[in-house]
């Protein structure tokens, strides 16, 4: 589902359009592919990548909704490609709250599923005479999400405090993706580099902080609010900001070392995890991290905005800051 709070009522059209041309987009002669498309489709998300796209083209000096869906579309199959793929490494069984390929396909469609969706992502794009710059973030962009996840894995259960690896990982995976979808909402638009930088900036700023807002409340929220019960990082042996803050300041840290890297990892053990993170401090640490990231995202955007984009580019800031009150 769509945002539906307002935040985005300026794109409202845009993204009611993209939610036709999504299911256009899987549509193949093969049966299977549009079956699985579908149901990915229709399992809903925030679409917050096409519409920061949207927001950025819509803050140019143009704006033609020909021109500009087929890259809306293009940047959201590979968000959707990118979750197929982490529900294979995760096993994961659901994804908001409804089932995912690999628990209804298996793991092999799932995997040749995600490369589709990169491949006709590509296919929507070419020869719609986009600029170069448009390419190359788009293969960037992937190369971001495949090491991401490489670095992630090569640090399962080891426990590292390096916050600056915990940074270019969750950059590689989330902050680069909004990032380069507010740049090329810019260069679609016309605007000058001056501005794409800034709006580029901004998608990283608050990219950082919607990944630490979900690393968050992975520690605090339920299974029914968030679709995957509470410390599931833990459990799969991934540190995050508020752990490696607990791991440098706890008092009980030797202990929540010995559990982290316990691959054999029993419930009672993620109990006592999640209650050393949360009595350290580590929450309250990542929390203060969300709200510079945001400050430095609204401080990024480039004055030339349009006062209704600009605004939408602000509440959206503020809805990030939400997510982990």
Known sequence: MVLSNGMFDVIKQDLALLEDELLL???SPVELITEIGSHLVKSGGKRLR???????AHGGRSFEMQRAMPLAVAVELIHMASLVHDDV??????????????????NQLSILSGDYLFARAFSLV???????RISMRLSELICDLSSGEIIQNKELYKASCDVEEYYERIARKTANFLAVCCEMGGIVA??????????????????????I??????LTSSKKKIGKPAGNDILQGIVTLPVI???ETSADADELHAIVTNRQMTQEELARALAI???SGGLDFAKQRVKEFLQQAKESLPAELPKDIRKTYEKAADYIAKRES
Do not use: C
């Not at 069984?93 to 396909?105: E, I, L, Q, S, V």
């Open 89 to 106: 490494l995760d096993h994961a069984d659901t994804r908001r709250g409804t089932p995912t390929a690999n628990a209804k396909w298996g």
């Open 126 to 132: 070419a020869g719609k005479g986009y600029d170069d």
């Open 213 to 218: 807002t979900d690393d968050l409340l992975d």
């Open 50 to 56: 096409p519409a920061l796209y949207f927001l950025s």
């Open 245 to 247: 803050r607990a791991l």
């Open 277 to 279: 993170v949360r009595e």
């Open 190 to 211: 016309g605007m000058e580099p001056r501005e794409t930088d800034a709006l580029y900036r901004y998608g990283y700023s608050i990219g950082m902080a919607f990944q």
């Open 25 to 27: 987009a899987v549509t």
